[in-house]
């Protein structure tokens, strides 16, 4: 059986809310396993969202770690969007649109 690659991407900080002007976008992607594999697949989405979102800041879990520091719930991170490896493309697409679309001015 052969298990595709994927992550889910959450956006938290002041470009999230209306907290304060963002001085960047923070972002923190959250990969299924431990595996060489699925950290490469975290490693290329980062890369790319860094190549295409100015002033991002990408933070990289592992599930395992995500649970052990409570992370999202801490940063009051909002699920964005899942990137598959099957249609990363796209999936990477959707995400530049919603992160768009996301700002919250005050």
Known sequence: MDLTESLTVYG????????AEPNDIDLLLVHEFLSRS???F??????TILRSVTKAHVTILSVHEEKE???????????LQEIDETSTASD????????ESRHITT
Not at 69 to 79: K, L, P, T, W
């Open 92 to 99: 990477l697409s959707a995400l530049m649109r919603i992160i």
């Open 42 to 47: 975290a490693i290329l989405c980062k890369s």
């Open 38 to 40: 699925s950290c490469d």
């Open 69 to 79: 520091h409570d992370f999202i719930a801490r940063a009051r991170a909002i699920r």
């Open 12 to 19: 938290f900080g002041s470009y999230f809310s209306a907290t």
